[in-house]
């Protein structure tokens, strides 16, 4: 099958890129066929960039993460067979079908899906795999009641940035097992792996990363969301002054423009898509952009590059790319 030459081709190129492989998983890549999750091409997984699985009734579009960051995670998972494995955020389910290769037929894959569209698609793609294990696709209800769970959970991954762990995720996993996923804000997180011992988390630092958010509503709100805009200026400024020193009132020019975009009236109109020029420039919030121009317009190039960063690909052949359409972003630690 010309899948199988594909895949074989993009795991050499992985390999000799230097991310790391579990043979394990990449058996299980050989067993499952992307394909089978996504009605969309999957020529950009071959070169090791996100697939698009679903695009939402308002135009956003859900991927599969790529491969290197697919293995780079099951990599830090530390997976054993028969373990629990509580995924935050289905990807469609390939990501699932490929935990329940590696963990066997006494394994378990419990995965959590927010978005009603999504975790649709995702029952129903896994309803022809051939599972190994037991597997379940369930609403973000199930993290309230811990029953739900039937047993203890030894690894959760989250596929989504989040700011903080789920409370209710502290009663769920058990003793030594771990959290893996990225912490932060919109543009940019920690690939952080928080591991219980007794009633302490302790932290590992496994590098910067850049996904989308967990809730695919956060991608679907209007550009123009004021609270959105301030979280990604705020996330922005706090990543620039780590990597270059700021001028203080550049921060401090930027913390009274996010204040003012928290203050403005929650029940901002949205704009159309057909919204003419003078009608976005007449928007309370291009408004208030407009306003500050005069300190903000030199920086704002570099608050550009960095709310579109560009995707790492280290499995891509050097003489050839492929774009990828959709939203999500996944940059290799």
């Known amino acids: 099958m010309a899948w199988l030459a594909e895949i074989d081709d993009l795991l050499e190129r992985l390999k000799a890129a230097g991310v790391p492989i579990d043979s394990r998983v990449s058996d299980a890549m050989k067993i499952v ?15 090791d960039s996100p697939v698009p699985f679903l695009i939402t009734e308002v135009g956003a ?75 379940r696709v369930l609403s973000p209800a199930a993290l309230d009641n811990p029953d739900e769970m039937d047993r203890g959970v030894d690894r959760v991954l989250i596929t989504g940035a989040v700011k903080e762990m789920p409370i209710s995720l502290e009663v769920m996993v058990d003793e030594g097992g771990f959290v893996l996923g990225p912490f932060g804000g919109p543009v940019h997180q920690r690939l952080l792996k928080r591991e219980k011992q007794g009633n302490d988390w302790f932290d590992t630092d496994l590098g910067g990363v850049v996904f989308g958010p967990m809730d695919l509503g956060e991608a679907e709100r209007d550009p123009l969301d004021a609270n959105l805009l301030a979280d990604h200026l705020e996330d922005a400024v706090a990543l620039l002054i780590d990597l270059i020193e700021l001028d203080d009132e550049l921060i401090e020019n930027v913390e009274h423009l996010v204040a003012a975009l928290r203050d403005l009236p929650i029940d901002l109109p949205i704009l159309p898509e057909d919204a003419t020029e003078d009608e976005i420039l007449e928007h309370p919030v291009m408004d208030l952009i407009m306003s500050e121009m005069e300190w903000l317009a030199p920086i704002w190039p570099v608050f550009g590059q960095l709310f579109s960063m560009d995707l790492a690909a280290p499995g891509s052949p050097d003489d050839e790319e492929v774009g990828m359409a959709g939203g999500h972003r996944d940059l290799v630690p």
């Open 33 to 47: 066929d992307v394909r089978d999750f996504t009605d969309l091409s999957a020529e950009p997984f071959w070169y």
């Open 61 to 135: 579009a859900k991927t599969i993460s790529a491969p290197h960051m697919i293995l780079t995670l099951l990599h830090h998972l530390e997976l054993r067979r028969g373990q629990h494995v509580l995924l935050m955020g289905s990807k469609g389910g390939y990501i699932s079908a490929i935990l329940d290769e590696v963990l066997g037929p006494d394994g378990m894959v419990s995965i959590v899906e927010p978005h009603t569209e999504v975790r649709e698609h995702t029952s129903r793609r896994l309803e022809k795999h051939s599972a190994r294990g037991l597997m």
